[in-house]
């Protein structure tokens, strides 16, 4: 499973050598601080609209500049593995930006994936993927299911 874990070089060029072949590239991002059915539904769901598709994590230092010091509960390698052994994430990529803009340029994905808590015009890279010819997909979401609303139900 860590076979599918990569750095932002390469992953750019196996993105590149995908695309020449034909084969359509999404790519998704987030903390994915703990996996629940909600992302597994979310990603399934991605996949099944692209051939390949690259996960985008936060480090660690990204999610405590986004979620506060409190987290992440798991860290970014325990994060990275996770998703990796999903059948539905063919690579899964680390990146310490708190948005995945430079990773987006660095890969040009077909298509952009968000869930349904997104509108397409609010997505990161969504203009870019656009202006490259790319498509901006919002997969619905899973009502009932957030890391968020799991760690306050562990803390009652």
Known sequence: MTSKIK???ELAGLVKALKVNGVSV???NGCFDILHVGHVT???GAREKCGKLVV???SDASVKRLKGP???INNESARARVLAALECVDFVVIFVE??????IKAIT???LFKGGDWTSGTVVG???VKENGGDVVIVPYVDGYSTTGIIQKMRE
């Open 126 to 128: 969504s203009g870019y």
């Open 70 to 72: 409190e987290r992440p």
């Open 26 to 28: 999404g790519f998704t």
């Open 98 to 103: 708190d948005t995945p803009l430079e990773l």
């Open 42 to 44: 979310y990603l399934a």
């Open 56 to 58: 985008g994590v936060n």
């Open 109 to 111: 994905p077909d298509i």
């Open 7 to 9: 750095t932002r070089e």
